[in-house]
C-alpha cells in the first residue's frame, strides 16, 4: 500500500518568534528526500513539527497522512499512525532499559488501539526480533541491558536511534543529522544500517544532513534545500552533490529575501 | 482468560490494603496514656520489674520531652490513642492455629504464600501482639533465635538485658521515649558467630483497629562473622482519625558481620510513621538499611548507622514516595566514630499530586575517626508544579584527613523526556511510570527479585492517575 506525507504551507513559531515561513513538501512511500540548508534554517523545526513537539506551534497550514490531520494528533498518535524521527540529542531515561523501553515502544507502535495497562508483546516474541534486529545492526547485545542514552556515546546514540527505527518501522521516518558527531567508520556503519532498513522494510525516508557518507547508501531521488524557514530549491541527487562541494554560497545570492530571514533567526538565537 | 483475571485483580489492587477485618479483641486497654497503663501493659505481659520499672522511667521522660522542632506537622491528642491491643491469647505456630479472621487478613497480604516460596522465617503482628511466628528448623538448629520481643524478654533476659536501649536510650528522642514506655510486639533476632541466613527473615506489621497505636520494639543482634537480611511490611486500612505507629530499632552488628534491614512501608495516608532505627557497627562490618517510605501521612525516619570500629561500613538506601496530604520526613545518619571507616547514603524521592518529600540527613566524622570516607547522593523527582521537595543536609566534620563526598540534585521530568518516550508511542502515563521507576532503579535492583517487584508494582499504584 502507498502512503503519503503531505505538507503544505507549513507556518511555525517558537514562542512568537516565527521559525517555518510556508514549508511545502510532499513524500511518498519508498522515496528517500535529502533535507539541506544552512545553520537556523529550520530543518530541525521542521522534524520536531511534524512529530508534534510541545515547544513549537504552528501557526498555519497543514500536515496530512494519507488524507488524516497529523496536526490534530498527540506526538503518540502519531507515533501509532507511522511516523518516527531519529532525533539529533535523544534524552537520557536514566533507570529504564533499551529493552524495556523498546518493548513498550513497539507495542504501543504495531497495536495502536492498545488501551492502559494492556498486555506487552510477549517476552519470548519480543527478545528473539530484537536479538536479530540487533545482530543485523551489529551491535553487542549488553546495548538492550544499558539504561536509554545513559551516559552513550554520540555514536551510541545515534545507533540506538537506528534501532528503534528498525523495531518501530515507521511509515515515514525523519533522520535529523544521524551521522554528526560520527567518525568515518561510524558514519558508514549508520549508513548501511539505514539504507538496509530503508530498502527492505520500504519507508519514506526524511534525511537532513550536512555530510554526503550518509546520502551516499542512501540517494535521495529529492534535495531540498532551506534557508529562512523555506523550502527555496528542490532537486535531484546532484543538488546535494552540488550543495556538498560548494556550500551554500549560491543559494544565499539566489534568495536574498530568504537570506535575510535566516540571518535574523540566527541573529535571535544569539541573543537569547 | 488469563487477561480477565489480571484486569479484575487490578481493579482490586488499588484498595488491596484498605480492608478492615471484624476481630474479637482479647484485651483493649483505655485510651490514653497515664502510669497505670503503663504497669498494666507490663502486667499483661507477665514481665521482670526491670522492664516495668525501665517503661515507667521512659514515661516520664516522654511526658518531659517536647516536641520535635523539625521534620513535619504533627498534630497527635496523646490522650485519644489506644496503647495496647491484645487481638488473641496465642501466638500461632501454624497459620491454623491463628484465629480465623487475623489469618485472613495475613492470607489476603500473601504472607503465607510468600512464607511457602522465599522466607526462612516469619513474625506476623496484628494490632499490639505477633500472632503467628515462624523459623525454619535447621535455623533453630543452628542457635538462631527469631521470635517476638516480649518472648525474648521472659525466655532470652540476659542476652535482652545486655543490649536492649544500649543503642537507643528512652532520652534520645519524645518517640523513642514513648516506645520504650508502651512498646509491644517486634522482632528479636539473634543470629549466631559464623551463622549465614539465606533467606530473608520477614516481619509484617498490620494496623487494623481505629485509632490504634503500633510501637514495636525491635532488636536484632548479629554476632561475629554472621549475616541475615531481615525485611519488615507495614500497611493499615484508612480511617477518618490519625493512628500512630511509633518503633525502635536497634540493631548490633558484630565483628565481620553483616546485616541488611529492607523496609517497605505502605501505612495508610491518616497513620504518624515516627521511628528511630540506628545500628551500632563494629569492626569490619557491615549494616545495610534499604527503607522504602509509600504510605503514610507523615514519616520521620531516619536510619542510622554508627561506626564504631575500624573497617566497619554502613549504607543507608532511601526511598521516598509522597502524594496528596503526605509528607515523608525520610532520611538517614551515619556516623564515623572510628577511624578507617567507610559509609554512603544513597536517597531518591517522587513527590507527586501536592506531597512533600524531604531528603533530611546527617554525616558526622568524630575526632579521631581519620581515613574515614562518606558518600552522599540524594535525588529528588518532582512530578508537577503543586508538590515540594526540599534537602536538609547536617555535615559535622572533627577530622582532616577524610574524604566527603556530597552530590544532590532535584528534577522535574523533563517536557524533553516525556516528548522523547510520547514520540515512540508510550501514552503519558506509561512514560512517567517508565521515568520514575527509572529514577528508583538504581535501588530497587538492590532488592531481593519478590520485593523488586511488590516495590515497582506499589509504585505503579502510586503512580495510576497522576496524569490527565
Known sequence: MSHVLKIENLQV?????????????????????????????????????IMGHPGYTVTGGSILLDGEDVLEMAPNERARA????????????PGVKMADFLRHATTNVRRP????????????????????KMSHLRMDPEFARRYVNDGFSGGEMKRAEILQLAMLQPKFAILDETDSGLDADAVRLASESIADIGGREKMGLLIITHHDKLLEHNP???????????????????????????????????YPDAEAANQEMIAEEAAV | ??????????????????????THDVFKAQKGINREIVAQISEIKREPSWMRDFRLKSLEIFEQRPMPKWGGEIDIDFQDIYYYLKPTDHQGKTWDDVPAEIKETFDKLGIPEAEKKYLAGVKAQFESEVVYGSLKEELVDQGVIFTDTDTAVREHSDLVRQYFSKVIPPSDNKFAALNSAVWSGGSF??????????????AYFRINAESMGQFERTLIIVDEGA???????CTAPMYTSESLHSAVVEVIVNKGARCRYTTIQNWANNIYNLVTKRAYAYQDATM???????????????????????GARGEILSIAFSSAGQHQDAGAKLVHAAPHTSGQIISKSISKNGGRSSYRGLVRVEPGAHHSKNNVVCDALILDDISRSDTYPYIEIAEQDVQIGHEASVSRIGEEQMFYLLSRGLSEAEASTMIVNGFIEPLVKELPMEYAVEMNRLIQLQMEGSVG
Not at chain 1, 507511522?82 to 531515561?93: L, N, T
Not at chain 1, 495497562?117 to 519470548?124: A, C, N, S, T, W
Open chain 2, 288 to 310: 545495610e538499611w534499604v527503607d522504602g517510605n509509600l504510605g503514610s501521612k507523615l514519616t520521620m525516619k531516619y536510619p542510622a548507622v554508627h561506626m564504631m570500629e575500624p
Open chain 1, 82 to 93: 507511522g511516523i518516527f524521527m531519529a532525533f539529533q540529542r535523544p534524552m537520557a531515561i
Open chain 1, 113 to 132: 488501539d492498545r488501551k492502559e495497562g494492556e498486555d506487552l508483546i510477549p517476552m519470548r516474541e519480543f527478545r528473539k526480533e530484537l536479538k536479530e
Open chain 2, 1 to 22: 482468560m488469563a487477561t480477565d483475571i489480571s484486569e479484575k485483580e487490578q481493579i482490586g489492587e488499588i484498595n488491596k490494603y484498605n480492608f478492615r477485618t471484624e
Open chain 1, 13 to 49: 513559531s517558537v514562542g512568537d518568534k516565527p521559525i517555518l515561513r510556508g514549508v511545502n513538501l510532499t513524500m511518498n512511500h519508498g522515496e528517500t528526500h535529502a533535507l539541506m540548508g544552512p545553520n537556523g534554517s529550520g530543518k530541525s523545526t521542521l522534524g520536531l513539527a
Open chain 2, 189 to 202: 533476632i539473634y543470629v549466631p558467630p559464623g551463622v549465614h541466613i539465606q533467606f530473608p527473615l520477614q
Open chain 1, 220 to 254: 535521495p531521488q529529492y534535495t531540498h534545500v532551506m534557508l529562512g524557514g523555506r523550502i527555496v530549491e528542490t532537486g535531484g541527487k546532484d543538488l546535494a552533490e552540488e550543495l556538498h562541494r560548494s556550500g551554500y554560497d549560491r543559494i544565499r545570492k539566489a
Open chain 2, 227 to 233: 549475616s541475615v537480611h531481615y525485611v519488615e511490611g
